[in-house]
């Protein structure tokens, strides 16, 4: 049934689709899913996540056909949709995988129980890394209370600033760590740490 269709273009099949041709449907996921599964790999670089997110992709594209108006290539429009999933799915992917700095008095994994503990120490390294090359100031106050436990009201003494100040200082000092890490984790850690 395949290779009836095959000399039809592409806004034929669409048109057959939309009138519930269910062959034509199967056509046109087989003209593109080499196609879309290549643009996926380029991003994953791993085989296994780059069939899940071409078939997600596709699926998305499928459930938005009457979306598509036409005013590109149906290629051109599948690929944006296929760019689109992919870069979503990396940056989901990033946070679960970014380390944070937790109101506890440890550094947390969100992936923690997946990885093995020399991925673990290594992202471990490159947070001191990157916590050590910060500010003085930046730094004393996120070891002062992430390390050594200091209460707001300590860090208030201490420092001599409002427990707001402190909060929007610990705030801004651990969203720009949190950021860094991630360019350490895309760049490599000595690139970023030459930037600081």
């Known amino acids: 049934m395949q290779n009836f269709f095959c000399d039809y273009q592409d806004d034929q099949l669409l048109l057959l689709i939309k009138n519930g041709n269910r062959d034509a449907f199967g056509e046109l996921y087989r003209r593109y899913y080499k196609k879309v599964f290549r643009k996926c790999l380029s991003f994953t670089k791993n085989a296994d996540s780059a069939f899940d997110l071409a078939q997600e992709s596709l699926i998305k594209?499928?459930?938005?056909?009457?979306?598509?108006?036409h005013e590109s290539s149906f290629s051109t429009w599948l690929f944006t949709i296929t760019q689109r999933h992919c870069l979503a799915s990396l940056k989901k992917e990033n946070r679960k995988?970014?380390?944070s700095v937790n109101d506890g008095v440890e550094i947390s994994l969100a992936k923690e129980s997946n990885d093995s503990s020399h991925e673990r120490m290594e992202q471990e390294r490159i947070m001191f890394s990157l916590l050590h090359a910060l500010p003085e100031a930046e730094r004393r106050l996120l070891t002062l209370k992430y390390k050594d436990g200091e209460s707001i009201e300590n860090l208030q003494n201490t420092l001599d600033l409002s427990a707001s100040a402190i909060k929007m200082r610990l705030k801004r000092s651990k969203e720009r760590l949190n950021a860094l890490y991630g360019l350490a984790l895309t760049y490599g850690l000595e690139q970023v740490l030459t930037q600081i």
């Open 61 to 69: 594209a499928f459930e938005k056909l009457d979306t598509f108006r």
């Open 97 to 99: 995988a970014s380390m």
